[in-house]
DNA sequence: ACGATAGGCAACCATTTGGTTGCATGTCAA
DNA sequence: TTGACATGCAACCAAATGGTTGCCTATCGT
C-alpha cells in the first residue's frame, strides 16, 4: 500500500529480475521462479514476500503450490502520481541546466 | 549511468524529498538544502553524493557555493524504458489477476 | 589578515539487508 | 500410509546503509 515500500522493493535488482520473469510467464510457483536465480530457494521466497508486502505481486494457493502473479497497478500509481509529478516540470528543469551549465564558459 | 544506482537512490525517502525541494525550487545549496531536514549536514552531503552518482542531480560550483540542480533525465529514462515495459503488459497482467482470483470463489 | 561561512573527508556506530542453514508443516501420488 | 514435493519459519551471519562526530580546506566579507 505504501509509496515507500514499492520504491525500496524495485531497489534490489534480484527483485525487478523476479518480476521481469513474472511479466514473461505469469503465475509461476516458488520452485518455478527458483530456478536460474543464484541464491537459495528460501533467499528468492523472501524477495517474493517483499514484492508481496508492496503489492507488486499477487499470490494464489493451488493445493501445496503458490502461485505468484504480477499486480502491474502500483508500478503504474508510481509512473502516473510520481514521475508524472516531474514530468510536468521536466522541460524547465532542464532549461535550468542547460542554463547554468552553459551560462558559465569558464569551467 | 546505471539503472540501479538511479532505482537505489530513490528508495530512500529523505533522497525523495531532497528531489522534491530541488523540484520546488532548483539550484539550491546544500546548507539551504538542510534546513528542514532531521538530519545532520553531512548526512544530507551523503545522500545528495548518492543522488549525483545516480545522475538525479547535477552540480555547479558557484564560488564556494556548490548548487544542485535536478537532472529529470534519469527518471524519464525509467518511466520510459522500465515502466512503459509494464505498461505494454498491464492489462494482460490485471485479466491474468482477476481471472484467477475470480476462477476460485472458494477462497 | 582574520573570522565566519560553505563544504569535504574519514572514522566510527547501530540497524537493516540479503543471504545462509536446519527443521517443521502441509499436500499430492503411489 | 508413506515418501516425495512445495513451502514456511527461525536463527544466524556478513556486508551494506544511514547516521553521527571531529577535524580539515577553501572562499567570502570586513
Redesign the interface.
Known amino acids: 500500500m505504501s509509496m515507500?515500500a514499492v520504491?525500496?522493493a524495485?531497489?534490489d535488482?534480484s527483485r525487478?529480475q523476479l518480476?521481469d520473469r513474472l511479466?514473461a510467464r505469469?503465475?509461476q510457483t516458488l520452485a518455478s521462479l527458483c530456478d536460474g536465480m543464484e541464491m537459495s530457494r528460501q533467499a528468492v521466497a523472501k524477495h517474493l514476500s517483499q514484492l508481496e508486502a508492496a503489492n507488486l505481486v499477487?499470490v494464489?494457493?493451488h493445493g501445496r503450490e503458490k502461485?505468484h502473479?504480477?499486480?502491474?497497478?502500483p508500478?503504474?500509481e508510481?509512473?502516473e502520481r510520481w514521475?508524472g509529478?516531474?514530468?510536468r516540470?521536466?522541460v524547465?528543469?532542464?532549461h535550468?541546466?542547460k542554463t547554468?551549465?552553459e551560462g558559465?564558459s569558464d569551467?
Chains 1, 2 share one sequence.
Not at 69 to 73: G, R, S, T, Y
Open positions: 515507500d520504491f525500496k524495485l531497489a535488482p525487478r518480476l511479466q505469469n503465475g499477487v494464489q494457493w502461485l502473479f504480477l499486480n502491474p497497478v508500478i503504474n508510481i509512473a514521475i509529478k516531474y514530468e516540470h521536466r524547465q528543469a532542464l535550468d541546466l547554468k551549465l558559465n569551467d
